[in-house]
């Protein structure tokens, strides 16, 4: 007899997470669909969902503790107590400020939102006192560094937008990363809202748009810049809002004076007069909803200006704090009134001489030796960090490099000693947060093998480091409790969410700034922003072009319908996912193929001064002339990524969360790859 077992899908594409509907019988997953009773995604299930059940029986997971002596040397079978007690010698031979632990997505398959594992893992760092990194750097936390300068980092819900926003601007929000967004925006269509990509390339939103603007890679700021200058000089700006709740617009408007929409246009590739239009429609239209970039519009040395200047656009048409306006779902981002408790025991560090949280840096102390045991827990490192040889050459140095996940990686092929099997998604018990709700995810399947939780392993090797706090909990259910008991859950448990059929409101606000206090030292919006001027950076909203380059395509990256983060090696270990991206494709534009002597469909080899990669050309309008694109996840894509800084140092703690990520920068040539 079969039973069906209501969960969430272990796919994280945030802040849309998607209900899912287990059919199980004898250990086995009969199938998995949609869960039509989900107030978040309403039956709806992506193809990534619908391959997790690949997960369940596949030939590739890894089932018993592995180790090897050498790397590139065979593995071997070993015991629990070999593996961890080998970990924990290492560990005390190094010294805690010459371990580093370092979690992916995969730490979060069943408890995204939440954050439980990954702060579980934070709470292990800092009561050892080794090196830790928040993982925020690789994706969302470089845009809510510039969003935060202005302090618009709240976002509203997309229920609010699919039924109040009369305009939507999907501003570098693909919806293959947030794939039930889409009905929203879709139903905001139907009642007549207008909707507006801006893109570097035609997305799968182009789809759903009435206009298209692709402009050219790292040039959203000039464009938001030259929005500015329209609206200020054609006096569409909401004069009331502003004297009430913002500061800095004397010099804003002064400042945007020079970034005219001609300014614009050589640098964007948009036409004035169409900057112009989007301009005024923006202004005039009320409510109006942007819907920016979670992740891949910020992947560049300027990245950051994007979330500074785009941030300016709402409060300067008093489209804060009302339904339909301000900012829309975003990854990472969180409704007004969202909260949890903390485990990570963060004040409970030790002092000592700590690597700062900035991709660099951590690169810079990888190779000079500085980590010697790294602790690696659901990620794919070597294929998600900027300049990824330097990250090799780094992790190769160390005496021990462990990797807790499903499936082997580029990581744990490359670089690991020891490999940790470990649990999927109904394999432990696990709660999922979105920014409406919270969902118990029940074990409902005995690990296979010789698999562990991550919170097994911890506790194990807490006991063998004498850390006797650690996990003060009787059971995970324990844990989860403890980060439950805050007002925005009502203080609920996992007994109380379990009894209501494992669905939970959160005591949030489908509006962002409902009260009209921002996220800035003032209170207010800060068009001008001192604290970015105390830290060496400009006080206003700035245009800077990225950085010159010999070689003559822009080389950008995000992501597909068929693929999002690293984890499941980076969806090559299911099968349905690998079919549908067998191989690296690089978009080009019919004119620089031509200029190549490249064929669609063709080998080509894509390179520049830091390393190469093969893929196969697709060549497309859909990229304009002079920008390449491709998924990311690919072995060697970050070859071709510059490593440098995209803030400074003293920056980087500006904010709870991490924004010290790499500029990941590239510009690349193309060849045809020679036959043969």
């Not at 690991?416 to 649990?423: I, K």
């Amino acid at each position: 007899m079969s039973t069906v077992v209501r969960t969430m899908c272990p796919m994280n594409c945030h802040p849309t997470l998607c209900g899912m509907l287990v059919e199980i019988e004898d250990g086995r997953v009969l199938s998995v669909k949609g869960d039509p009773d989900n107030p978040d995604s309403q039956g709806f299930l992506c193809v990534r969902g619908q391959a997790s059940r690949e997960i369940i029986g596949n030939p590739e997971r890894l089932l018993h503790p592995m180790v090897r002596n050498r790397r590139g040397g065979d593995w071997r079978r070993a015991s629990w107590a070999e593996v961890l007690d080998r970990i924990a010698e290492r560990m005390h031979e190094a010294g805690r400020l010459a371990v580093a632990t370092w979690t992916g997505h995969g730490v979060a398959a069943n408890n995204y939102g939440m954050r439980l594992t990954g702060n579980l893992v934070r709470r292990f760092a800092n009561l050892y006192g080794c090196q830790t990194w928040g993982s925020q750097m690789i994706c969302w936390g470089l845009g809510g560094f510039g969003l935060g300068l202005t302090g618009v980092l709240e976002t509203s819900t997309k229920e609010d937008m699919g039924a109040h926003a009369n305009l939507i601007v999907l501003w570098g929000a693909n919806l293959a990363s947030q794939p039930n967004t889409a009905r929203h925006v879709a139903a905001a269509r139907r009642r007549g809202a207008h909707v507006v990509t801006v893109d570097v390339r035609e997305t799968e939103a182009a789809a759903q748009s009435d206009e298209v603007f692709v402009l050219r890679p790292g040039t959203d700021a000039a464009l938001a810049l030259a929005m500015m200058h329209v609206i200020v000089r054609e006096d569409l700006h909401d004069r009331a809002f502003v004297e009430r709740n913002a500061l800095g617009f004397d010099e804003l408007a002064a400042h945007v004076r020079a970034h005219s929409p001609a300014w614009a246009e050589a640098i964007t590739g948009i036409s004035a007069a169409r900057i112009e239009a989007l301009a005024r429609r923006y202004a005039t239209t009320r409510p109006a909803m942007i819907v920016i970039g979670g992740s891949s519009m910020y992947k560049g040395a300027n990245g950051w200006q994007a979330g500074r200047a785009v941030a300016c656009l709402p409060a300067l048409t008093g489209n804060l704090g009302v339904s339909g306006g301000g900012f829309g779902p975003r990854h990472g981002s969180t409704s007004h009134g969202h909260g949890l408790a903390s485990i990570a025991a963060n004040g409970r560090r030790p002092p000592g001489d700590y690597v700062i949280d900035q991709m660099p840096r951590i690169t810079e102390a990888l190779v000079a030796g500085r980590i010697r045991v790294m602790l690696l827990w659901g990620t794919n490192m070597v294929s998600s960090f900027a300049d990824a040889n330097q990250v090799v050459a780094g992790l190769r140095r160390c005496d021990l490099v462990a990797a807790h996940d499903l499936f082997m990686s580029d990581t744990a092929r490359e670089c690991a000693d020891v490999l940790l099997p470990a649990t999927s998604w109904l394999e432990e018990v696990g709660m999922k947060a979105t920014n409406t709700h919270l969902y118990l995810m029940p074990q409902a399947l005995e690990p296979p093998g010789e698999a562990r939780s991550a919170s097994w392993v911890l506790r194990e090797l807490a006991r063998r480091l004498d850390l006797d706090d650690f996990f003060p909990w009787a059971s995970d259910e324990g844990m989860i409790d403890a980060v439950l008991d805050h007002p925005a859950t009502g203080h609920a448990t996992v007994a109380q969410i379990r009894g209501t059929g494992g669905i939970h409101p959160q005591n949030v606000s489908h509006v962002a700034y409902p009260t009209l206090a921002f996220d800035t030292p003032s209170g207010k919006v800060e068009f001008v922003s001192e604290r970015a001027k105390r830290h060496g950076l400009p006080a206003l909203p700035v245009y800077e072009p990225l950085p010159s380059s010999p070689y003559p395509l822009e080389f950008r990256q995000g992501r597909t319908l068929t693929h999002f983060h690293g984890f499941y090696d980076h969806g090559r270990a299911l099968p349905s996912l690998a079919r549908a991206d067998a191989e690296p494709v690089l978009w080009i534009s019919p004119v620089d193929a031509a200029a190549r002597g490249v064929a669609d469909g063709a080998a080509i080899r894509i390179h520049n001064e830091r390393g190469a990669l093969e893929a196969r050309a697709r060549v497309t309008d859909k990229v304009p002339a002079g920008t390449v694109w491709m998924r990311d996840g690919w072995r060697g894509v970050n070859n071709l990524t510059s490593g440098a800084p995209s803030i400074p140092d003293e920056a980087c703690e500006l904010f709870p969360f991490t924004a010290g990520q790499s500029a990941y920068d590239a510009r690349v040539e193309v060849s045809p790859e020679p036959l043969g």
